[in-house]
Protein backbone atom coordinates (compact mmCIF):
# COMPACT_ATOMS: atom_id res chain seq x y z
CA UNK A 1 0.00 0.00 0.00
CA UNK A 2 1.26 3.64 -0.54
CA UNK A 3 1.72 6.58 1.74
CA UNK A 4 -1.11 8.25 0.67
CA UNK A 5 -3.55 5.16 1.40
CA UNK A 6 -1.94 4.48 4.57
CA UNK A 7 -2.19 8.46 5.54
CA UNK A 8 -5.65 8.67 3.99
CA UNK A 9 -6.87 5.59 6.17
CA UNK A 10 -5.60 6.75 9.66
CA UNK A 11 -7.61 9.98 9.21
CA UNK A 12 -10.52 8.81 7.86
CA UNK A 13 -10.57 5.99 10.78
CA UNK A 14 -9.64 8.61 13.44
CA UNK A 15 -12.36 11.19 12.18
CA UNK A 16 -15.17 7.99 11.99
CA UNK A 17 -14.26 6.96 15.19
CA UNK A 18 -14.16 10.78 16.78
CA UNK A 19 -17.79 11.21 15.07
CA UNK A 20 -19.41 8.36 16.49
CA UNK A 21 -18.19 8.96 19.78
CA UNK A 22 -18.43 12.66 19.98
CA UNK A 23 -21.14 13.41 17.01
CA UNK A 24 -18.20 15.56 15.56
CA UNK A 25 -14.79 15.88 14.19
CA UNK A 26 -12.67 18.12 16.07
CA UNK A 27 -11.20 20.73 13.90
CA UNK A 28 -7.63 20.61 15.63
CA UNK A 29 -7.90 17.01 14.14
CA UNK A 30 -8.36 18.07 10.53
CA UNK A 31 -6.32 20.92 10.91
CA UNK A 32 -3.48 18.05 11.56
CA UNK A 33 -4.85 16.37 8.56
CA UNK A 34 -4.41 19.37 6.08
CA UNK A 35 -1.27 20.27 7.52
CA UNK A 36 0.21 16.51 6.97
CA UNK A 37 -1.50 16.57 3.70
CA UNK A 38 0.57 19.51 2.63
CA UNK A 39 3.83 17.90 4.22
CA UNK A 40 2.74 15.23 2.05
CA UNK A 41 2.32 16.48 -1.57
CA UNK A 42 5.44 18.66 -0.41
CA UNK A 43 7.33 15.74 -0.15
CA UNK A 44 6.36 14.01 -2.89
CA UNK A 45 6.00 16.71 -5.61
CA UNK A 46 7.86 19.56 -4.30
CA UNK A 47 6.85 23.41 -5.17
CA UNK A 48 3.87 21.62 -7.68
CA UNK A 49 2.55 19.73 -4.63
CA UNK A 50 0.90 23.28 -3.21
CA UNK A 51 -1.36 23.33 -6.32
CA UNK A 52 -2.06 19.75 -6.00
CA UNK A 53 -2.75 19.62 -2.38
CA UNK A 54 -5.19 22.76 -2.78
CA UNK A 55 -7.00 21.15 -6.03
CA UNK A 56 -7.86 18.26 -4.20
CA UNK A 57 -8.78 20.46 -0.97
CA UNK A 58 -10.85 22.82 -2.89
CA UNK A 59 -12.43 20.43 -4.83
CA UNK A 60 -14.76 18.73 -2.35
CA UNK A 61 -15.86 22.25 -0.62
CA UNK A 62 -16.77 23.83 -4.12
CA UNK A 63 -18.75 19.96 -5.00
CA UNK A 64 -20.32 19.93 -1.34
CA UNK A 65 -21.43 22.77 -0.31
CA UNK A 66 -24.68 23.19 -1.19
CA UNK A 67 -25.68 19.96 1.16
CA UNK A 68 -24.55 21.75 3.80
CA UNK A 69 -26.76 24.72 3.06
CA UNK A 70 -29.34 22.76 3.45
CA UNK A 71 -28.08 20.88 6.52
CA UNK A 72 -28.14 17.37 4.71
CA UNK A 73 -23.98 16.70 5.33
CA UNK A 74 -21.90 18.24 8.05
CA UNK A 75 -19.42 20.50 7.91
CA UNK A 76 -17.00 18.02 9.66
CA UNK A 77 -17.74 15.40 6.45
CA UNK A 78 -16.82 18.08 4.08
CA UNK A 79 -13.97 19.21 5.53
CA UNK A 80 -13.10 15.31 6.04
CA UNK A 81 -13.23 15.31 2.39
CA UNK A 82 -11.20 18.39 2.00
CA UNK A 83 -8.11 16.62 4.06
CA UNK A 84 -8.48 13.36 2.10
CA UNK A 85 -8.56 15.07 -1.21
CA UNK A 86 -5.56 17.19 0.04
CA UNK A 87 -3.73 13.67 -0.15
CA UNK A 88 -5.32 11.74 -2.78
CA UNK A 89 -5.63 14.36 -5.37
CA UNK A 90 -8.44 16.55 -7.19
CA UNK A 91 -9.03 13.73 -9.62
CA UNK A 92 -8.89 10.73 -7.07
CA UNK A 93 -11.00 12.45 -4.22
CA UNK A 94 -13.72 12.08 -6.57
CA UNK A 95 -13.91 8.84 -6.79
CA UNK A 96 -13.80 9.04 -2.98
CA UNK A 97 -16.27 11.30 -2.95
CA UNK A 98 -18.69 9.20 -5.17
CA UNK A 99 -17.99 5.66 -4.03
CA UNK A 100 -18.71 7.19 -0.73
CA UNK A 101 -22.41 8.30 -1.52
CA UNK A 102 -22.83 4.77 -3.01
CA UNK A 103 -22.08 3.12 0.00
CA UNK A 104 -23.60 5.32 2.35
CA UNK A 105 -27.46 5.42 0.28
CA UNK A 106 -26.25 1.11 0.32
CA UNK A 107 -26.50 1.75 4.06
CA UNK A 108 -29.15 3.59 4.65
CA UNK A 109 -31.15 1.70 2.62
CA UNK A 110 -30.10 -1.58 4.61
CA UNK A 111 -31.29 0.95 8.14
CA UNK A 112 -34.52 1.69 6.23
CA UNK A 113 -35.35 -1.94 5.17
CA UNK A 114 -34.17 -3.00 8.80
CA UNK A 115 -35.95 -0.62 10.85
CA UNK A 116 -39.00 -0.64 9.09
CA UNK A 117 -39.58 3.26 8.67
CA UNK A 118 -38.90 3.32 4.94
CA UNK A 119 -42.41 5.32 4.14
CA UNK A 120 -41.82 7.68 7.03
CA UNK A 121 -38.67 8.33 6.15
CA UNK A 122 -39.41 8.88 2.59
CA UNK A 123 -42.56 11.32 3.83
CA UNK A 124 -40.00 13.37 5.79
CA UNK A 125 -37.93 13.72 2.41
CA UNK A 126 -41.02 15.02 0.11
CA UNK A 127 -42.34 17.12 3.28
CA UNK A 128 -38.86 18.88 3.58
CA UNK A 129 -39.10 19.58 -0.04
CA UNK A 130 -42.44 20.58 -0.04
CA UNK A 131 -41.55 23.20 2.69
CA UNK A 132 -38.48 24.51 1.30
CA UNK A 133 -40.38 25.37 -2.04
CA UNK A 134 -43.26 26.99 -0.12
CA UNK A 135 -41.35 29.06 2.33
CA UNK A 136 -37.88 29.28 0.23
CA UNK A 137 -36.26 28.58 4.26
CA UNK A 138 -33.47 26.55 4.57
CA UNK A 139 -33.89 24.58 7.81
CA UNK A 140 -31.39 21.46 8.86
CA UNK A 141 -32.64 17.99 7.23
CA UNK A 142 -31.83 16.40 9.99
CA UNK A 143 -32.57 16.43 13.91
CA UNK A 144 -29.07 16.79 16.09
CA UNK A 145 -28.64 14.53 18.43
CA UNK A 146 -27.84 10.66 18.62
CA UNK A 147 -31.37 9.66 17.06
CA UNK A 148 -31.06 6.26 15.07
CA UNK A 149 -32.18 8.29 11.76
CA UNK A 150 -28.64 10.13 11.63
CA UNK A 151 -26.23 8.64 9.45
CA UNK A 152 -22.59 9.35 10.61
CA UNK A 153 -21.15 10.12 6.90
CA UNK A 154 -17.52 9.82 8.39
CA UNK A 155 -18.67 6.07 8.21
CA UNK A 156 -19.09 5.55 4.16
CA UNK A 157 -16.39 7.88 3.77
CA UNK A 158 -13.92 5.74 5.69
CA UNK A 159 -15.35 3.01 3.82
CA UNK A 160 -14.81 4.50 0.70
CA UNK A 161 -10.99 5.23 1.54
CA UNK A 162 -10.49 1.85 2.64
CA UNK A 163 -11.41 0.92 -1.41
CA UNK A 164 -8.88 4.07 -2.06
CA UNK A 165 -6.11 2.17 0.01
CA UNK A 166 -7.08 -1.19 -1.48
CA UNK A 167 -6.40 -0.11 -4.56
CA UNK A 168 -9.71 -0.48 -5.84
CA UNK A 169 -9.42 3.38 -7.59
Not at 26 to 55: I, K, M
Not at 148 to 167: C, D, K, Q, R, S
Request: hydrophobic share 55%; charged share 10%; glycine share 12%.
Amino acid sequence: MQVSGWLTLMIAFGAACMDVWKEKVENRFLVCGWLLGLGYQLGARQSQGVLYFLAGAVLPVLMLWVLFLFRMLGPGDIKLLSVLGGIMGAETVLFCIFYSFILGAILSLAFLITCGNFLQRFSYFSDYISTFLKTKKRVPYYFTGARPENIHFTVPVLMGVMLYAGGFY
